[in-house]
Structures are given as structure tokens and as C-alpha cells.
T-cell receptor, first 115, second 113 residues
């Protein structure tokens, strides 16, 4: 079956602009979570959505937001981009039931560069 | 929020030598997952440990969960060049529900042929 699809793969934006990233989870998976990966901070949890509801949120400013649609596809938005937002943004999907015993499946990520 | 500390940050080994990475938490974990990320790639799920003292093996990889469920380790026997990458431990947020993961900083495994 198809894996987790993230678009676009690469993106270059200017400071102050906004950006929207997209994630299509594995068919049947209802949970989508987002992570930011940088060399300095590693993998950091942004937020997690299940059945169109945000269930958990990491410690990021309000400029970072997301949503999930009825087909489980998710988008995340970053407004007023800063240089420090340059990172690999990863999406992960799971069935979303309590205590998954199969882990999360990650997409290939979107590499965002802010100039 | 919870934190997981992982050591070492980097590990250089000769091909054929063993490798171990350790993950520690100040709080009791409901479970722990391990992921591998190849250079230029994305994290790939390896295993999940749930029970106190649990040990699981996958070929040359051995995973352990501490008795107090505050630490875990991944041991690779006789490393091969295909083992190169970064190994992350990760704990589920919110007491075990599917609410996202808190990752350790990872251990970069570098193998010299």
C-alpha cells in the first residue's frame, strides 16, 4: 500500500511569508502528527491530529498551526516565517488507537529553507 | 513535558564491532519506541517496548526496556556498513495514547570499514 506522502519535497521562502505543507497518511490511518527536525534541536513534536481534532500540541509558537480533513489528510501552516524555521518537516501517520504496537510511519518530509 | 536523554551523541566503530545506544528518562515511561534514520532519509520504525524488563531481538539488534521503565538500550552485534545512520528512542506523549512522540536527540553511528 502507498506510504505517507508529503508535498512539496523542497520549498524556499522569504522571511515574513507564510507556507502550507501537506501530508496524506496511509490509507486507513486516522492519526497524523507533525515534527520539525533541525541539526541543533533534533526531532521536535509539533502537533497531532485524530479524526479532524487536535489531540496534542508541542511547545511551538502560535505561528505554527495545522488542521486535518475528513479524509485524514493534514496540512500544517507556518505564518510570518523566520530564518530559524528552516528545517525538515516530517509527517507521521498511525491508526491512532490507544497503545499502537506498530509504531508511526513517516513521510519523506518537506525541506523548508527560509532566506 | 517529558524528556528522554540519549547517549552517546556520536559513536565511531570499526565494521564488525558492537554498538550500543542508551536512552534515559527521569519519569516512568508507558512504552518506548526505536527508530532508525539513514543519512538523507526519514525515521523508520524498528520496535516498540511496553513491559518492564522486556527484551526483544531482531537479527543482530537487541532492544531492552529497564525494570523501572525509565531506561532503554539498543545493542547491535557485529556492525555492518548498512547499519550506518542515526538511532532514536522515542516515548509516547500523554501516558501512552497515540498523541505523538517525544524523541531523544539520537545517536549517530559511523562505521569505518
Amino acid at each position: 500500500k502507498a506510504g505517507v506522502t508529503q508535498t512539496p519535497r523542497y520549498l524556499i521562502k522569504t522571511r515574513g511569508q507564510q507556507v502550507t505543507l501537506s501530508c496524506s497518511p496511509i490509507s486507513g490511518h486516522r492519526s497524523v502528527s507533525w515534527y520539525q527536525q533541525t541539526p541543533g534541536q533534533g526531532l521536535q513534536f509539533l502537533f497531532e491530529y485524530f479524526s479532524e481534532t487536535q489531540r496534542n500540541k508541542g511547545n511551538f509558537p502560535g505561528r505554527f498551526s495545522g488542521r486535518q480533513f475528513s479524509n485524514s489528510r493534514s496540512e500544517m501552516n507556518v505564518s510570518t516565517l523566520e530564518l530559524g524555521d528552516s528545517a525538515l518537516y516530517l509527517c507521521a501517520s498511525s491508526l491512532g488507537t490507544v497503545r499502537p504496537n506498530y509504531g508511526y510511519t513517516f513521510g519523506s518530509g518537506t525541506r523548508l529553507t527560509v532566506v | 513535558g517529558q524528556q528522554v536523554m540519549q547517549i552517546p551523541q556520536y559513536q565511531h566503530v570499526q565494521e564488525g564491532e558492537d554498538f550500543t545506544t542508551y536512552c534515559n528518562s527521569s519519569t516512568t515511561l508507558s512504552n518506548i519506541q526505536w527508530y532508525k534514520q539513514r543519512p538523507g532519509g526519514h525515521p523508520v520504525f524498528l520496535i516498540q517496548l511496553v513491559k518492564s524488563g522486556e527484551v526483544k531481538k531482531q537479527k543482530r539488534l537487541t532492544f531492552q526496556f529497564g525494570e523501572a521503565k525509565k531506561n532503554s538500550s539498543l545493542h547491535i552485534t557485529a556492525t555492518q556498513t548498512t547499519d550506518v545512520g542515526t538511532y532514536f528512542c522515542a516515548a509516547l506523549n500523554s501516558g501512552g495514547g497515540a498523541d505523538g512522540l517525544t524523541f531523544g536527540k539520537g545517536t549517530h553511528l559511523i562505521i569505518q570499514p
